[in-house]
C-alpha cells in the first residue's frame, strides 16, 4: 500500500486516531512501498561505556540521528547476537540487555526500551524466503544495539527489531543473505549494523579511552577503508585474503561480519559516506559509515 492510499484510507475511517489499535496500524504500515530508500549505516560501537559518556563518537551519534529521515522502524545486526541459524526478533517490548561485566554501575539504570514491530520483523522473513529466517519470541536489545540506538535516538520513539548472524555460516552467506533483504529499505527500515572493523580485546588498554592506536589496527582500518573507496566487497567478504593482519584485527570475526550486511544491502549506484574515523582504547576502531 502507498503512503498517500493509507493516508486517505485513514481519513475515511471515523474516530481513527482515538480508536485504532497499534497492532492494526502495524499490519497496514508494514505494507508500506516507498519510493525513497532508507540509508544503511555501519556503526563501531565499542566499549558499552560510550553509553553513558559525551565524546567526539557519541557526539557524531547524535548528529547522525538527526540528520536522517525518521524511519518506519529499525533493523539493527549487532555483533552480540550471534546463534545457530538466523532468527529475527519479533518481540513487540524489547529491553535493554546488560550483557556485559561489571563495568559500571550506571550502565545498568539505563533503561532503553522502545517498542518492537513484530510486522516488519516478520517481513524480513518473507523477503528472504530462501534463509529460512526463524522468528525469535524474546530477544531484547543487546549493548551493540542500545548503546548506540541511545545517541541516534534518545527518545526511543522508533520501533526496533534485531536480526541475528549466524556464526555457523560462511562470510558469503551474510553478504547474500543481506542482498535478498534490500526490499526492506523500501519498507521505512533503517537498516544498522553494528560492529567494528578493528576489534581485538587481547590486547586493548582498557584503562585508557584515548590510548594511541597500534600501527598494525590503523594498517587495516586503512585497507578496509581503500576496499570500501573502490567498492571491492568481493575482498571484504573474502577476508582471509588479507593475510596474517586480519587476525590481528580479529582474533575473532563476530565483530566483522556485520559490515557484510551493510554491503550486501547496498546497490552498486550507491556511494559511501564516513561518518566518524578514530580509534578508542589502542584497539577498537570506531570508523562509522553511511551508504545511500
Same mark, same amino acid.
Given at each position: 500500500?502507498?503512503?498517500?492510499?493509507?493516508?486517505?484510507?485513514?481519513?475515511?475511517?471515523?474516530?481513527?486516531?482515538?480508536?485504532?489499535?497499534?497492532?492494526?496500524?502495524?499490519?497496514?504500515?508494514?505494507?508500506?512501498?516507498?519510493?525513497?530508500?532508507?540509508?544503511?549505516?555501519?556503526?563501531?560501537?565499542?566499549?558499552?561505556?560510550?553509553?553513558?559518556?559525551?565524546?567526539?563518537?557519541?557526539?557524531?551519534?547524535?548528529?547522525?540521528?538527526?540528520?536522517?529521515?525518521?524511519?518506519?522502524?529499525?533493523?539493527?545486526?549487532?555483533?552480540? =547476537?550471534?546463534?545457530?541459524?538466523?532468527?529475527?526478533?519479533?518481540?513487540?517490548?524489547?529491553?535493554?540487555?546488560?550483557?556485559?561485566?561489571?563495568?559500571?554501575?550506571?550502565?545498568?539504570?539505563?533503561?532503553?526500551?522502545?517498542?518492537?514491530?513484530?510486522?516488519?520483523?516478520?517481513?524480513?522473513?518473507?523477503?528472504?524466503?530462501?534463509?529460512?529466517?526463524?522468528?525469535?519470541?524474546?530477544?531484547?536489545?543487546?549493548?551493540?544495539? =542500545?548503546?548506540?540506538?541511545?545517541?541516534?535516538?534518545?527518545?526511543?520513539?522508533?520501533?526496533?527489531?534485531?536480526?541475528?548472524?549466524?556464526?555457523?555460516?560462511?562470510?558469503?552467506?551474510?553478504?547474500?543473505?543481506?542482498?535478498?533483504?534490500?526490499?526492506?529499505?523500501?519498507?521505512?527500515?533503517?537498516?544498522?549494523?553494528?560492529?567494528?572493523?578493528?576489534?581485538?580485546?587481547?590486547?586493548?588498554? =582498557?584503562?585508557?579511552?584515548?590510548?594511541?592506536?597500534?600501527? =598494525?589496527?590503523?594498517?587495516?582500518?586503512?585497507?578496509?577503508?581503500?576496499?570500501?573507496?573502490?567498492?571491492?566487497?568481493?575482498?571484504?567478504?573474502?577476508?582471509?585474503?588479507?593475510?596474517?593482519?586480519?587476525?590481528?584485527?580479529?582474533?575473532?570475526?563476530?565483530?566483522?561480519?556485520?559490515?557484510?550486511?551493510?554491503?550486501?544491502?547496498?546497490?552498486?549506484?550507491?556511494?559511501?559516506?564516513?561518518?566518524?574515523?578514530?580509534?578508542?582504547?589502542?584497539?577498537?576502531?570506531?570508523?562509522?559509515?553511511?551508504?545511500?
Amino acid at each position: 500500500m502507498e503512503r498517500q492510499q493509507f493516508l486517505k484510507t485513514m481519513a475515511s475511517l471515523p474516530l481513527v486516531g482515538a480508536s485504532m489499535k497499534l497492532e492494526a496500524f502495524e499490519k497496514i504500515s508494514a505494507h508500506f512501498s516507498n519510493t525513497k530508500k532508507t540509508p544503511l549505516l555501519f556503526i563501531g560501537h565499542g566499549h558499552p561505556i560510550n553509553a553513558l559518556l559525551d565524546n567526539d563518537f557519541t557526539q557524531t551519534l547524535s548528529k547522525i540521528g538527526a540528520s536522517i529521515e525518521k524511519p518506519n522502524a529499525i533493523m539493527i545486526i549487532s555483533a552480540h =547476537w550471534t546463534t545457530k541459524g538466523t532468527f529475527v526478533s519479533v518481540n513487540a517490548q524489547p529491553k535493554a540487555i546488560y550483557d556485559f561485566g561489571n563495568i559500571d554501575d550506571r550502565l545498568l539504570q539505563i533503561k532503553y526500551e522502545p517498542k518492537g514491530h513484530p510486522q516488519l520483523a516478520r517481513q524480513a522473513i518473507e523477503t528472504a524466503t530462501n534463509y529460512h529466517i526463524e522468528e525469535d519470541q524474546a530477544m531484547g536489545l543487546d549493548h551493540g544495539a =542500545w548503546t548506540v540506538l541511545k545517541h541516534l535516538y534518545p527518545k526511543a520513539d522508533v520501533p526496533v527489531f534485531e536480526l541475528s548472524i549466524d556464526h555457523s555460516q560462511p562470510t558469503n552467506y551474510h553478504f547474500q543473505l543481506a542482498n535478498s533483504l534490500k526490499k526492506m529499505r523500501k519498507k521505512g527500515v533503517l537498516i544498522i549494523a553494528s560492529g567494528n572493523i578493528v576489534h581485538n580485546l587481547k590486547v586493548i588498554d =582498557w584503562n585508557n579511552v584515548n590510548a594511541k592506536p597500534l600501527d =598494525w589496527a590503523i594498517e587495516f582500518d586503512e585497507i578496509v577503508k581503500s576496499k570500501l573507496n573502490s567498492q571491492d566487497f568481493k575482498a571484504l567478504v573474502n577476508y582471509e585474503q588479507l593475510g596474517s593482519i586480519f587476525q590481528l584485527a580479529h582474533p575473532t570475526n563476530e565483530h566483522y561480519l556485520p559490515m557484510l550486511y551493510t554491503l550486501g544491502l547496498a546497490d552498486k549506484t550507491e556511494e559511501v559516506k564516513y561518518l566518524f574515523e578514530g580509534f578508542q582504547f589502542g584497539s577498537a576502531s570506531m570508523r562509522c559509515f553511511q551508504i545511500s
